[in-house]
Each structure stands twice: as structure tokens, then as C-alpha cells.
Nanobody, 125 residues
Framework: QVHVVESGGTSVQPGGSLRLSCAVS????????AGWYRQAPGTQRELVAG??????????PIMKGRVSISKSSAQDTENTVTLRINDLKPEDTADYYC????????????????WGQGTRVTVSS
């Protein structure tokens, strides 16, 4: 059984940075694609960043230059997926969700059914 637990959500001032972490069990992240999504109230869940099993990236244009995604390597004892966002803006306020074991087709990440409960990020002065 796959379990996904996000952490790191907090309140941040505009222009700040944060690091979100996703602890995974039941599936080895280094061998699988993974992604981070977000959902603001009244909106659809959207991809923030995806990473293939080989480390290739799927970063939507709206996030390029501000976000990085990484996951545990073969040398790591942890089984995690990490998201870093810089230059945070009020519109980045949302619940952020980790997804693992999805598809990687033509450079794009497609979500699996393995979701965490989310971690809330609030960007406000």
C-alpha cells in the first residue's frame, strides 16, 4: 500500500522561499515519476512540477524560474520528493499535494491515484 505524507506548508511573506517535502512508503520514488500539484479554493488542481524516473523535469511555464523538484537518489536512505519555490507570490497560496507513480509521456507528468493529504501554503504580507 502506498502512503504519501506532505510537510513544510507554512505562512510566508511575498518574495520568500519555502521547501515542501513528501515522505513516501510503498513505492520507490527513485524508480518512478512523481509530481507536486496545488489547488487554491475554487480552482482545479494544477501541476506545479513533475519529475521522471530518470530525473527529467516537467515545469509549467507559469512556474519556470521559481520552482525546483527533486527526489531521493539511489544513495539516499530516505524515500522523498522535494519541492522548492522561490519568489513566492500571493497567488501561490494553495494546498500543495504530492503525487507519485504517475505516467511520463512525451515529457509530461500524468498523475496517479497516489495522493497525500496536502500541506497548506499561505503567501501574505
Amino acid at each position: 500500500q502506498v502512503h504519501v505524507v506532505e510537510s513544510g506548508g507554512t505562512s510566508v511573506q511575498p518574495g520568500g522561499s519555502l521547501r515542501l517535502s513528501c515522505a513516501v512508503s510503498g513505492i520507490t520514488v527513485k524508480n518512478n515519476p512523481a509530481g507536486w500539484y496545488r489547488q487554491a479554493p475554487g480552482t482545479q488542481r494544477e501541476l506545479v512540477a513533475g519529475i521522471s524516473s530518470a530525473g527529467l523535469l516537467d515545469i509549467p511555464p507559469i512556474m519556470k524560474g521559481r520552482v525546483s523538484i527533486s527526489k531521493s537518489s539511489a544513495q539516499d536512505t530516505e524515500n522523498t520528493v522535494t519541492l522548492r519555490i522561490n519568489d513566492l507570490k500571493p497567488e501561490d497560496t494553495a494546498d500543495y499535494y504530492c503525487n507519485v507513480g504517475g505516467s511520463w509521456i512525451n515529457g509530461y507528468y500524468g498523475a496517479s491515484s497516489y495522493w497525500g493529504q496536502g500541506t497548506r501554503v499561505t503567501v501574505s504580507s
